[in-house]
């Protein structure tokens, strides 16, 4: 059973920091496409950054180079740094998986995609 457990969230002020965590287990498949996504109230999940089992990486516009995804392959952990944080950044960040041997062309696009998700970590940025 593949389970993605989140962790990192918090309440920073506009301009800070955060480090997002995911650490996945049961995931047996060598090819994979893992990403971060977000929901605001309101709002639809997004996706944030992807990244694949070779290291490529695809971010969402908005990330605007303030965001980077990376991952830690020895302690099956998926990272997201976030910088310049601004109030509108504030929502719910999930990540995902899916098995895929294309890695993550479009899949930001489409939530509907990723098969496994964990339960989220809250961020709240601050004016």
């Known amino acids: 059973q593949v389970r993605l457990v989140e962790s990192g969230g918090g309440s920073v002020q506009s301009g800070g920091s955060l480090r997002l965590s995911c650490v996945a287990s049961g995931y047996t498949h060598s090819r994979y496409c893992m990403g971060w996504f977000r929901q605001a109230p309101g709002n639809e999940r997004e996706g944030v950054a992807a990244?694949?089992?070779?290291?490529?990486?695809d971010y969402a516009d908005f990330t605007q180079g303030r965001f980077v995804i990376s991952q830690d392959n020895a302690w099956n952990t998926l990272y997201l740094h976030m910088n310049n944080l601004k109030p509108e950044d504030t929502a719910m960040y999930y990540c995902?998986?899916?098995?895929?041997?294309?890695?993550?062309?479009?899949?930001?696009?489409?939530?509907?995609?990723?098969?496994?998700w964990g339960k989220g970590t809250l961020v709240t940025i601050s004016s």
């Open positions: 995902a998986a899916v098995y895929s041997e294309f890695g993550c062309a479009e899949l930001l696009d489409d939530y509907s995609a990723m098969d496994y």
């Open positions: 990244i694949d089992d070779e290291g490529d990486t």
